[in-house]
């Protein structure tokens, strides 16, 4: 627990300055999520800073957006529940780009979404300890909610 209470205020000062070039986004009127873009290099170290500088200990949802030829983008979310402050972390990896690091070793919470959207989205989380399939065989082709992603593609029953 934080021993100084985190308001939202006070959470986009401290991540201006730790974090310049941090885009923040404000909440919509009685909100209480930030959303916050990060480089691709600053995604461990900001998700360290708001887990233990804003108290964030709550990981809710690790998933990934296709843009397309602008590339894919991870976006996380950690919750401070005592003080009702959440961030939704996100980094875009960029046209060709599909690793990123992992959050495994901050939230244990993230093991099995990260396999998620390796599995869907290819992303390869480096550092992750068990990087392979969870919801598809391990024979599957292809990431299925990749947008270059054919959906006329023939496989196997699933069993």
Not at 54 to 74: M, N
Not at 108 to 127: K, L, N, S, T, V
Not at 137 to 155: C, F, Q
């Amino acid at each position: 627990m934080s021993a100084v209470p985190v308001s939202l205020d006070a959470a986009k000062t401290l991540i201006g300055e730790r974090f310049a070039g941090a885009q923040v986004k404000d909440p919509p009127a009685g909100g209480r999520v930030l959303t916050v873009t990060v480089a691709p290099d600053q995604w461990v170290p900001f998700a360290h800073f708001v887990r233990d500088a804003l108290d964030c200990r709550f990981f809710s949802f690790l998933s990934a957006v296709d843009w397309k030829a602008d590339g894919l983008e991870v976006v996380a979310r950690v919750d401070n529940l005592d003080e009702r402050v959440s961030v939704t972390m996100r980094t875009r990896l960029g046209a060709g780009v599909s690793t990123c690091a992992s959050l495994v070793p901050l939230y244990a919470g993230a093991d099995w979404m990260e396999r998620e959207c390796y599995d869907m989205f290819g992303i390869r989380f480096e550092g992750h300890p068990d990087l392979r399939r969870i919801l598809l065989d391990d024979n599957w082709e292809g990431y299925p909610l990749l947008k270059s992603y054919a959906v006329d593609t023939p496989h196997p029953p699933y069993r």
